[in-house]
């Protein structure tokens, strides 16, 4: 099993850019997690979706930011336009259920927004 | 509020020795406790989950302990390696079944040779 795979594994980008995060989740996994990491405020809950439809969304920051998820291998996250307080680390991540011992992250996206 | 407190925020220690990390919390109601282990630059994995009736949890070198009577949780490490020299963190989920882990800011480790 290769693990939930984030893609890019780093972004560097213009103010005023739109970003596109990556997400594939565990195969069978039925919930898939976006987080945000920064230093000063750790990790945050963006957004969850489950078998595909978003569940919660309360953390997302701002319009700026929205979510797919099209398919049960295949989710995105994006920012548009970016602006250089999204700076951080973007996590995803999947579960058989909110309560499993299988909820996995991914390697994280740094993104810098210039 | 529901919130998971961490301490201390950062801590050295020499290769071979033992160290605790704490970790409280105030959510309710409770359905489990997670330790997660974060290498610089990489996401966070899991090294134990505990739940209510659970109150500890080896997995190696690593041992989790839980009282859910006044919520409060720890992380022991035993002889510690350079290897474990990460962040820490402690997470609470609610036994609602809406998804959300409550995170702490975590523990950073630092094992010097």
């Known amino acids: 099993d290769a693990g939930v795979i984030q893609s890019p594994r780093h972004e560097v980008t213009e103010m005023g850019q739109e970003v596109t995060l990556r997400c594939k989740p565990i195969?069978?996994?039925?919930?898939l997690f976006w987080y945000r990491q920064t230093m000063m405020r750790g990790l945050e809950l963006l957004i969850y979706?489950?078998?595909?439809?978003?569940?919660?969304d309360s953390g997302m920051p701002e319009d700026r930011f929205s979510a797919k998820m099209p398919n049960a291998s295949f989710s995105t996250l994006k920012i548009q336009p970016s602006e250089p307080r999204d700076s951080a680390v973007y996590f995803c991540?999947?579960?058989?259920?909110?309560?499993?011992?299988?909820?996995?992250f991914g390697s994280g996206t740094r993104l810098t927004v210039v | 509020k529901n919130q998971v407190e961490q301490s201390p925020q950062s801590l050295i220690i020499l290769e071979g020795k033992n160290c605790t990390l704490q970790?409280?919390?105030?959510?309710?109601?409770?359905?489990?406790l997670r330790w997660y282990k974060q290498d610089t630059g990489r996401g966070p994995v899991s090294l134990t989950i505990?739940?209510?009736?659970?109150n500890t949890k080896s997995n190696g070198r690593y041992t989790a302990t839980l009282d859910a009577d006044t919520k409060q949780s720890s992380l022991h490490i035993t002889a510690s390696q350079l290897s474990d020299s990460a962040s820490y963190i402690c997470?609470?989920?609610?036994?609602?079944?809406?998804?959300?882990?409550?995170f702490g800011q975590g523990t950073t480790l630092q094992v010097k040779p």
């Open positions: 991540a999947s579960s058989p259920s909110p309560q499993s011992r299988g909820y996995t």
């Open positions: 195969s069978g996994h039925d919930y």
């Open positions: 979706f489950n078998n595909n439809v978003p569940i919660d």
């Open positions: 970790c409280n919390y105030t959510v309710s109601p409770f359905s489990n």
């Open positions: 505990m739940t209510f009736s659970e």
């Open positions: 997470v609470v989920t609610g036994s609602s079944n809406t998804g959300k882990l409550i």
